[in-house]
């Protein structure tokens, strides 16, 4: 038998009852994700929509120098600066999810919101330098967002959810990102490959172990956990299992 675990194949956005400064119903909509306006932060309906970063949630560097500076808050509203909000890079609103302060290397700063995911309560966080170098890359509860600092507007949402894990190899240069059963590598170049899928449900044991991207994906016909490895320049791979086509 397969791993037990929670599952939503499609982003389900929750909508609330929203109120602007005045007291009137008001929203702030870009795609199907509803924003509670700036003004209503402070409704009691906060502390259950809220994701608290896990408290070791630290801006990760990989042991390279950044030209920007990122720091994962628990209190936004200490920080009086221009505010985003993830997906959509919406102004001067509030979702649910983990909030990074940014400095870019112009000085500039900003406060980012980015909205975490639904799919999972196993979803993780993650706050780290891109590979590039350049830009960051942010994971709140499996959702996963690459945004620029020094230009907040300029973002993309990582395009596989929920993120279950993530691992670096620093040979390479390549972050890994993986959810139930594909995996995603992000290289310095920002070239992205994502793989086929490696197992029927779930990935376990997943790490980089000679300079490749290794695990056990489960083998539904065999009943039982099977090796795959995965090339971490380009994301071909060998091994794993998946339901036939």
């Known amino acids: 038998m397969s791993p037990r675990r929670t599952r939503k194949r499609h982003r389900d956005v929750r909508f609330w009852p929203l109120a602007d400064a005045s007291g009137g119903t008001d929203a702030q909509t870009a ?5 509670r306006p700036k003004a209503d932060i402070h ?48 102004t001067n ?33 993650l706050c780290c330098i891109h590979p590039d170098g350049q830009r960051l890359v942010v994971v709140a509860r499996g959702s996963g967002y690459v945004v620029a600092p020094e230009n907040p507007s300029r973002w993309e949402e990582v395009p596989i959810r929920p993120i279950l894990g993530h691992c670096f190899d620093d040979s390479s240069n390549t972050l890994v990102l993986f959810d139930y059963t594909r995996a995603i590598g992000v290289n310095r170049n920002g070239a992205t490959w994502k793989t086929r899928s490696l197992s029927w449900d779930g990935l ?12 056990k994906g489960w083998d539904a016909a065999l009943s ?13 791979s060998s091994g794993g299992a998946s339901p036939p086509d």
């Open 93 to 125: 609103a509030w979702v649910p999810g983990i909030a990074v302060r940014v400095t870019s290397a112009s000085g500039a700063e900003w406060l980012g919101r980015f909205m975490q995911g639904e799919e999972s309560p196993n979803g993780v966080d």
């Open 204 to 215: 376990v044991d997943v790490g980089i172990k000679d300079g490749a991207l290794a695990g």
């Open 43 to 90: 409704s009691p309906r906060k502390s259950f929509l809220h994701h608290q970063a896990n408290a070791m949630t630290e801006f990760v560097s990989h042991g390279r120098t950044t030209s920007f500076l990122a720091e994962v808050v628990s209190n936004e509203d200490d920080y009086n600066v221009p505010s985003y909000c993830y997906p959509g890079a919406e």
């Open 31 to 35: 795609g199907n994700v509803r924003f």
């Open 224 to 236: 039982k956990w099977v090796d795959f490895v995965v090339r971490l320049d380009d994301g071909s």
